[in-house]
């Protein structure tokens, strides 16, 4: 039973960690905007933007393969 006890951990310890990473994106993101710092701001906005996206679960970038038009054939 210890070994579903420790994969169980393991994957709210990730979901927690990312959640932290999110939030801490984003508040850094401010406080170097508002502070002048507009490299580390747009820095740590992308980084917000883009765990926001992973947490939304839809693909906000297409793949590549799917957006090609034209005279390529996919298999």
């Known amino acids: ?3 579903v006890a420790i994969f169980l951990m ?3 310890l990730f979901y927690w960690l990312a959640f932290c990473l ?12 508002l ?9 740590y906005f992308s ?3 883009g765990l926001l ?6 693909e906000v970038i297409p ?3 799917t957006s090609i038009s034209g005279c390529m054939a996919l298999p």
């Open 47 to 49: 980084i917000g933007c």
């Open 10 to 12: 393991a994957v709210v």
């Open 35 to 43: 502070g002048g710092h507009f490299i580390r701001a747009a820095t």
């Open 53 to 58: 996206f992973w947490w939304q679960g839809t």
């Open 1 to 3: 039973m210890w070994p």
């Open 63 to 65: 793949h590549p393969w």
């Open 22 to 33: 999110t939030v801490a994106a984003w508040l850094k993101a401010i406080i170097h905007l």
